[in-house]
């Protein structure tokens, strides 16, 4: 403010254009110095993947944050959809928010997909089995 209490707005200007152009300095510096954690399980290999494509960016370790690196809610439901078909899985939103990296989601989704097998009917599975073997039976036979 001046002596009269007018509001120096090339002064407000100047400031806050400087203190945006050190924070994006400061996140630029965070990004260069980050080292790019590759991807270990087949579940982190596909979401990776995913996220490379929705993100629209190479520069993706499975331990960068989703929210920080770009992602926004509109996005979000985008993969969260992804994920559903292409795992077969039903995946609430909420477990985005919960992991928000690729290594903690994909151990979610691991683990979703290991209690969905868990919950296959030991009759039906049998039954399958059986099927199998009579399918393996009859076509070594011709």
Same mark, same amino acid.
């Given at each position: 403010?001046?002596?009269? $209490?007018?509001?120096? !707005?090339?002064?407000?200007?100047?400031?806050?254009?400087?203190?945006?152009?050190?924070? @994006?300095?400061? @996140?630029?510096?965070?990004?260069?110095? !980050? &080292?790019? /954690?590759? &991807? *270990?399980?087949?579940?982190?290999?596909?979401?990776?993947?995913?996220?490379?494509? @929705?993100?629209?960016?190479?520069? =993706?370790? /499975? *331990?960068?944050?989703?929210?920080?690196?770009? $992602?926004?809610?509109? =996005?979000?439901?985008?993969?969260?959809?992804?994920?559903?078909?292409?795992?077969?899985?039903?995946?609430?939103?909420?477990?985005?928010?919960? &992991?928000?990296?690729?290594?903690?989601? &994909?151990?979610?989704?691991?683990?979703?997909? *290991?209690?969905?097998?868990?919950? /296959?009917?030991? =009759? @039906?599975?049998?039954?399958?089995?059986?099927?199998?073997?009579?399918?393996?039976?009859?076509?070594?036979?011709?």
């Amino acid at each position: 403010k001046t002596s009269s $209490g007018k509001i120096q !707005r090339q002064l407000c200007k100047e400031k806050y254009l400087g203190q945006n152009l050190k924070t @994006l300095y400061t @996140l630029k510096e965070q990004t260069e110095k !980050r &080292a790019l /954690i590759k &991807a *270990e399980t087949a579940a982190e290999v596909i979401m990776l993947n995913i996220w490379k494509e @929705l993100l629209k960016s190479e520069d =993706i370790s /499975i *331990e960068d944050d989703f929210f920080g690196i770009g $992602g926004n809610s509109l =996005i979000a439901t985008q993969l969260v959809s992804r994920i559903q078909d292409h795992f077969a899985i039903e995946l609430p939103m909420q477990t985005l928010f919960d &992991a928000t990296t690729i290594r903690l989601l &994909a151990k979610k989704v691991e683990n979703i997909q *290991e209690s969905k097998l868990n919950e /296959i009917d030991p =009759i @039906l599975l049998a039954h399958l089995l059986k099927e199998l073997e009579n399918e393996k039976t009859t076509t070594s036979n011709c």
